[in-house]
């Protein structure tokens, strides 16, 4: 049985947050929204502002530029997440250290709005959905709210809160500045 909870498929608004700290970090970003809004099945809807942000976790390195997308999808979680790791290999990303150094980083923070049909709730470590640790990371909540101020997201205990009430909470928030 597939561990995923809720619909697959289907035309699904979806959010994906971006980060890079090696290279061209901008031009990395941008180019990689371009690939996806390239990709069939992929529409990207709206991009957020570019924040700086201290890395979290993981050993010493270069400061991150975040930001946040939302997309419509016609494609199931995985594919989601296979095209993500396709745009995160054309741009020369590799896995080595857990929260080390990334040319480019994308992650899927959540597939379907919180209750709504399309909701995707999963538990699989190659796919959790909505990602585990977005409700903490204020360099995921900072760009998300100010693309859409009145989002929301469910935390892995199940409850859903607002996105601006979870970033004021974030231990990282004071390392998260405007470009
Ligand atoms: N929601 C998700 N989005 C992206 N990857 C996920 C998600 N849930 C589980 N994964 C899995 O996590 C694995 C590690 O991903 P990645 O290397 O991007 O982690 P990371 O960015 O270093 O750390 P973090 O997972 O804390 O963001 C991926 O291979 C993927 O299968
Ligand atoms: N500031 C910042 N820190 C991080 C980031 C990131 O994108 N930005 N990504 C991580 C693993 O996903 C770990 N730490």
Redesign the pocket.
């Known amino acids: 049985m597939s561990p995923l909870v809720g619909p697959v498929g289907g035309d699904v608004e979806v959010v994906l947050a971006l980060?890079a700290n090696l290279g061209d970090r901008e031009g990395t970003l941008r180019a990689a929204l371009a690939e996806l809004d390239e990709t069939e099945g992929v529409a990207v809807q709206g991009v957020s502002p570019l924040v700086e942000?201290?890395?979290?976790?993981?050993p010493e390195q270069p400061d991150?530029l975040?930001l946040v997308a939302t997309a419509r999808t016609s494609l199931g979680p995985f594919e989601l997440l296979d095209v993500c790791h396709e745009v995160e290999r054309q741009h020369g990303r590799e896995r080595e250290v857990r929260?080390g150094a990334r040319t480019l980083?994308v992650?899927v923070i959540a597939y379907g709005r919180p209750g709504s049909t399309s909701e995707v709730v999963s538990a699989d470590p190659a796919l959790t959905l909505p990602h585990p640790r977005a409700h903490e990371r204020a360099?995921v909540l900072s760009p998300w709210s100010q693309l859409v101020p009145d989002a929301q997201l469910r935390l892995p205990d199940g409850s859903v809160r607002p996105v601006a009430d979870l970033l004021a909470e974030a231990a990282d928030r004071d390392?998260v500045r405007s470009c």
């Open positions: 980060g942000t201290d890395p979290v976790g993981g991150y975040n929260w980083d992650d360099f390392g």
